[in-house]
């Protein structure tokens, strides 16, 4: 199986928020002397404080402080031990305190993370299955991982997404005891709520179906005795329900705490629950803390405090509902969401409220999809009711502002949040520019000469290499197979060319960059279900073209603006195609490219190495043998030279239908053994198309049958070779028999052959194309690092796609 290497998720998180941190929106330091919870000092700029998550301000109350305080002279300031040892003497009354208020007696950990990870290992059995909501705290995602290695399967559903649930319960149902599906109570981004009442009636319906839920950010503002969304919304907790609070954010204190109703499965937790057994438990002035937390939480006061902060949440919400302003999700909770869809338009809109005063939290990739990029905005108690209304008044001046510096619309925006539009906008308003586009959805509506000079020497994307592919995947019967091209040559007033480049609209397998133990499993689904686990994506070049599939014409004065142009018009494309994803790919490393990009709503992720032969100038083997390290020729003249004369090599521009039948066969054969790019295989059809076109050529192999000194054997190799007319040669595919793979290096062989054929016609160039590294590189080959960006409705169409995570974050 060919390898490749795979984009790494912790490199594409890192560039994100590491952009953000030059905008000055991220990693902050907060400079106040005293905090009051009302006000944050950063960079010497006094700003009101929108961004907590201690809702009730209890961490600033007097009675917890003073706890702390005389907790730290009573005790120190840590009980260095494991609790299976010994638990600090504060413990047990806070436990008894954490039981009298929900009537369940808690298990206590250091923080809802590690309180993960002592729970979900112990609580899920090998013969259990997992499902996780796309959105659910990464805490939890985290803790799952170690699921995997146990063979447990843990898969994802799109957020809230109760058909595709109960589709996955359906599945699991035969095969698995019990089923877990986990997710939040409140979500942290959108502070939208978790569909408890429907996920109860599945309950109902699959008694296999358990639930487990993060209430973090449910805690202390709503329910009886402050003890969250969860329990606010279902009452006495199930035994089929796990619930994870916490005892920090709007608590005011340290620690979480995990609530189950079997005493039998409790014990198991505390007993061996990783964490719980192996780290420091909490520090006396966080347990004294949390113990005054909870004697307000079990006294009638609790109720005032909410009943304060709901007053100002529904006075916040009544100001946001008489703008215009993209708010998401606006309910009953602390926690509101700005839409802004573009990266750099949240980054505008959070240095505007900054300069004005007002601290609000950045919300971007990977907490929320990046095209859903926005500002989290929370209340607390602390906040007064004329900085609300100041905030809102600042939001609403400079939206359309941050809009504007952005390129953005709030058209665009209300798209990429699929928030209706009540009076349909029009798409077609004319822009203000000094460039020309021209968008055809056939290469033969572009000027020839023209293209194949900004984009024909190489792969096969040449205008006659275009023609071939219209051709070859219009195939209505097929829908992995019927492909729309969309082509874009944008010029300025004088004709002269900024840019060009196509993008086809298809069908893509999700795990196309995924490693291959993933699409093996994947694989074995799609045979009942051939299309499982597919997306519509808009992409750059097309799924059978590499290469730089758009040119730039980087020393004119307007490219930054063609470029920008470029993504307006796909984007109406895009929207109209109803598609899941876009991709824009393959491009060299580029930091001005990353720039605009990412600024507009697209992650970069980098593809499959690629390979290529310039310069394939030589008179002899011995010349040849001359171009390759010294290395890489002791392996040619060992394990690839002496096996050409096992062949019979044959170079034809037509095949036979026995020949073709027996090539498209020994395609297969590399198509269904090699997924470390997987895409859908090519129907025969294709490879018909290819002998009416005068471009197309195929090396075939035939092992020489040394007794009768005639091709008598079955055909064993062959190469698919397109000639470019700008002087590269591409063996686009490539057909085997695997029974004489080793023996023979077969696979070596065609590569040679390719190599010798692109000399024979003078074609002093060769695109190798993607994967097998390794061995195209002994040959001569130089590898080439390109990168792509992606844009999607949500993460999970990404993560699938397999190329912004490791294999574990999907199965």
């Not at 840590?78 to 007696?105: D, N, V, W």
């Not at 981004?189 to 599945?202: C, K, Q, V, W």
């Not at 199930?238 to 039998?264: W, Y």
């Not at 960006?789 to 699938?800: C, G, K, P, T, V």
Request: proline content about 3%; charged content about 25%; glycine content about 4%.
């Amino acid at each position: 199986m060919a390898k490749i290497k795979h984009n790494n998720f912790i490199d594409t998180v890192n560039e994100v928020l590491s952009g953000a941190k030059k905008e000055g929106v991220l990693h902050l330091y907060a400079e106040n002397k005293i905090l009051t919870g009302r006000t944050i000092q950063i960079k010497d700029k006094k700003m009101f404080h929108f961004g907590t998550t201690g809702y009730l301000g209890l961490e600033q109350d007097n009675r917890l402080k003073e706890a702390a305080i005389q907790a730290i002279r009573n005790y120190g300031t840590q009980f260095p031990l494991s609790k299976s040892y010994i638990s600090h003497p504060l413990y047990y009354e806070l436990e008894s305190k954490i039981e009298q208020m929900y009537g369940i007696t808690p298990i206590i950990t250091k923080n809802s993370t590690l309180g993960h990870l002592a729970v979900i290992p112990t609580l899920i059995r090998d013969e259990d299955a997992v499902i996780m909501d796309h959105q659910v705290h990464w805490s939890v995602q985290n803790a799952c991982q170690l699921l995997k290695l146990r063979g447990i399967p843990v898969e994802m559903i799109r957020h809230s997404n109760l058909e595709m649930l109960e589709d996955k319960i359906k599945q699991f149902s035969t095969k698995h005891h019990k089923i877990w599906y986990m997710a939040d109570g409140v979500y942290s981004m959108f502070g939208d709520y978790a569909p408890i009442p429907e996920l109860l009636t599945l309950t109902q319906k699959y008694i296999q179906l358990n639930l487990y839920f993060d209430d973090v950010h449910g805690m202390s503002w709503k329910g009886k005795n402050g003890t969250g969304f969860i329990f606010d919304a279902i009452g006495e907790l199930p035994e089929n329900c796990i619930v994870v609070s916490t005892l920090s954010k709007t608590f005011g204190a340290s620690g979480a705490t995990v609530f189950c109703k079997n005493q039998q499965l409790r014990d198991k937790i505390k007993n061996f629950g990783g964490p719980l057994t192996f780290s420091a438990q909490l520090e006396p002035a966080s347990v004294a803390a949390a113990i005054a937390s909870a004697n307000i939480h079990l006294s009638p006061e609790i109720t005032v405090l909410q009943s304060e902060l709901s007053e100002k949440i529904e006075y916040f919400k009544s100001l946001l509902e008489k703008t215009t302003l993209p708010m998401i999700d606006l309910n009953n909770s602390p926690v509101f969401f700005l839409a802004t869809a573009m990266p750099l338009t949240a980054y505008k809109m959070v240095q505007k409220l900054f300069n004005e005063g007002f601290y609000v939290n950045l919300a971007i990739y990977p907490a929320v999809p990046i095209k859903n990029t926005g500002i989290r905005i929370t209340l607390s108690r602390h906040n007064q009711k004329e900085e609300i209304k100041a905030l809102v008044e600042a939001m609403e001046f400079y939206y359309p502002k941050a809009l504007e510096d952005s390129g953005n619309s709030l058209q665009k925006v209300k798209k990429a949040f699929g928030i209706p539009e009540i009076i349909p906008q029009r798409e077609d308003v004319e822009l203000k520019t000094d460039l020309v586009v021209q968008y055809e959805t056939s290469i033969k509506k572009i000027d020839k000469q023209n293209w194949n000079e900004l984009l024909g020497k190489q792969s096969t994307f040449d205008w006659e290499g275009l023609s071939f592919l219209e051709n070859a995947f219009s195939n209505k019967n097929s829908t992995e197979n019927n492909w729309g091209f969309h082509y874009y040559v944008i010029k300025d007033k004088n004709g002269i060319p900024v840019l060009a480049t196509f993008f086809t609209y298809g069908l893509w397998k999700d795990d196309m960059l995924a490693s291959e133990s993933i699409s093996l499993q994947l694989e074995e689904k799609r045979k009942q279900n051939p299309l499982y686990m597919t997306s519509k994506v808009l992409g750059m070049g097309s799924l059978f073209t590499e290469g730089n599939h758009c040119y730039i014409n980087k020393a004119h004065p307007l490219a930054e603006e063609a470029i920008i142009l470029l993504l307006e018009q796909v984007e109406i494309v895009y929207h109209k195609l109803d598609a899941d994803m876009l991709v824009l790919r393959d491009f060299e490393e580029d930091e001005k490219l990353n720039h605009i990009f990412h600024n507009h709503g697209f992650l970069k992720i980098n593809m499959p190495e690629t390979c290529i032969i310039q310069n394939n100038k030589w008179d002899s083997m011995e010349e040849f043998s001359a171009t390759l390290s010294s290395r890489s020729r002791k392996h040619f003249i060992k394990e690839v030279l002496p096996f050409e004369k096992a062949f019979d090599i044959v170079i034809k521009d037509k095949l036979t239908k026995e020949e073709l039948e027996q090539a498209y066969t020994l395609y297969q054969n590399v198509k269904n053994n090699n997924h470390a790019i997987n895409t859908f295989t090519y129907p025969i059809e294709v490879f018909k198309k290819m002998e009416s076109n005068r471009q197309w050529e195929f090396i075939l192999l035939y092992l020489k049958n040394e007794e009768k000194k005639e091709i008598t054997n079955p055909l064993v190799g062959i190469l698919f070779c397109y000639k470019n007319t700008g002087n590269t040669y591409v063996p686009a595919l490539i057909g085997m028999d695997y029974s004489y793979a080793k023996k023979f290096q077969l696979y070596r062989q065609l590569l040679f052959q390719a190599i010798k054929r692109a000399r024979h016609l003078n074609l002093n160039k060769i695109d190798f194309g993607l994967s097998a590294t390794f061995e195209k590189r002994k040959l001569g080959a130089t590898v080439i690092q390109k990168v792509a960006y992606i844009q999607a409705r949500d993460n999970f169409s990404m993560e699938l796609m397999g190329t912004i995570q490791n294999e574990d974050k999907t199965h």
